[in-house]
């Protein structure tokens, strides 16, 4: 079993910064994959970034490329995601979500547990 909090989410205006957080819990964190999903409303839930267990490989969506940094801290059993020059458009419930792989290689996440969600609104 793995439990996951996300923290971080807010108000943000347009431009700005925020770095989300989603400490994990239950199963040795080093040992699987993360990733960052966001969900607004009226649309599907969606990939952001991920990155495997040793952070080796990373992934990103193409709407976030050199705006957000997915990194963990494997002591910490900590995700981030470093989010910058935020727009409108990335404004969603924002979930981690950790996929129990062992592959060095990300390119997408399967989930096997998620986190409960925290809230980004970026004002224009």
């Known amino acids: 079993q793995v439990q996951l909090v996300e923290s971080g989410g807010g108000l943000v205006q347009a431009g700005g910064s925020r770095r989300l957080s989603c400490a994990a819990s239950g199963r040795t964190f080093s040992s699987y994959a993360m990733g960052w999903f966001r969900q607004a409303p009226g649309k599907e839930r969606e990939l952001v970034a991920a990155?495997?267990?040793?952070?080796?490989?990373?992934h990103y969506a193409d709407s976030v490329k050199g705006r957000f940094t997915i990194s963990r801290d494997n002591a910490k059993n900590t995700v981030y995601l470093q989010m910058s020059s935020l727009k409108p458009e990335d404004t969603a419930v924002y979930y981690c979500?950790?996929?129990?792989?062992?592959?060095?290689?990300?390119?997408?996440?399967?989930?096997?547990?998620w986190g409960q969600g925290t809230q980004v609104t970026v004002s224009s």
């Open positions: 990155i495997s267990w040793s952070g080796g490989s990373i």
């Open positions: 979500a950790a996929d129990l792989t062992l592959s060095p290689v990300v390119v997408s996440i399967n989930p096997n547990y």
